[in-house]
Each structure stands twice: as C-alpha cells, then as structure tokens.
C-alpha cells in the first residue's frame, strides 16, 4: 500500500524500520535540512529498504542560465527567496550522495542527466566554488540507495 506522509523533516512521521521503500519526485532541491531529511528515512526503512529520487537541479528560473543559482551570494539569495516558506536548498548532486553514505546507505546508484554549463568555477559565488566538476553540469539526477 503506498501513503502519503507529511511532513518529511519529523522523526515521528513514521515509526521506525516502517517501510519497504522511500520516493520522492522533484522534493529533494527544497528541503531545507536535506541531512537531517536522509536521516529520518534512514530511521524509517526497514534493512534493505530503498531510498529512489529524482532530484532537480537546476535554478528553477531563478537565474537566466540553469546553473545560475549557485552564482548568488547566502545574502543575495535570501532577498530572492523572499518570504517563501523554501525555494531551493541549492546543494549541488554530491551532496546527496555524500549525505547517504554519511547515514549508512549503500549501494548508491545515480543517473545523472547532465547539461551544458557556460558558467567556470570562478563565476560561482565562494560556497560553491569548491563543487564537483560533475556538479556543475547535473541538471537532474535519479538517486537510489540501499539502507544497509
């Protein structure tokens, strides 16, 4: 039986070792406390259970090229999200994946769909400029995981 459950940032959710499997579609660039996010999936997943998700990365026209979110400033940024409760989270692929292993997933697989960048390192404000070379071209990635 599949259930929607809200909100994901609470531990009590969901009991834990619950569920078979976790999903998410387009969620994951909003979370704001993605660490603590992995963490409670990690509580929620039976031993075996699969984390899938399909994460995209791009600006979601917040920049005029698909990458340009990372070009902003922290303080910048907070002038563009406003009010809003989220917008993105701004982590960039290898984040997620680090995240995961961090919580004991194993088996970690990622199809990344990558796109063009016109933008280098340099161009990227100082807290992104340390990314991965893949980070800056994966538009999307689908990410699935193993609870160990």
Not at 61 to 74: E, F, I, K, Q, R
Not at 96 to 107: K, S, Y
Request: aromatic share 10%; proline share 3%.
């Amino acid at each position: 039986m599949v259930q929607y459950r809200a909100p994901w940032f609470s531990l009590d959710v969901l009991e834990p070792e619950a569920v078979d499997m976790i999903f998410s579609q387009a969620v994951l660039e909003h979370v704001e406390d993605l660490a603590g996010a992995y963490r409670a999936m990690r509580r929620w997943l039976k031993a075996g259970g699969l984390v899938s998700h399909q994460v995209d990365f791009r600006c979601h026209n917040t920049a005029t090229c698909w990458n340009g979110h990372w070009t902003y400033s922290d303080r910048l940024w907070k002038v563009i999200r406003g009010k809003r409760p989220y917008l993105l989270n701004r982590q960039p692929h290898s984040t997620h994946v680090r995240l995961l292993a961090e919580e004991g997933f194993a088996g970690v697989i990622t199809t990344r769909a990558d796109e063009k960048s016109s933008l280098k390192k340099s161009d990227l404000a100082p807290r992104f400029r340390e990314i991965l070379d893949g980070d800056l071209t994966t538009s999307d990635a689908f990410i699935q995981a193993v609870r160990a």
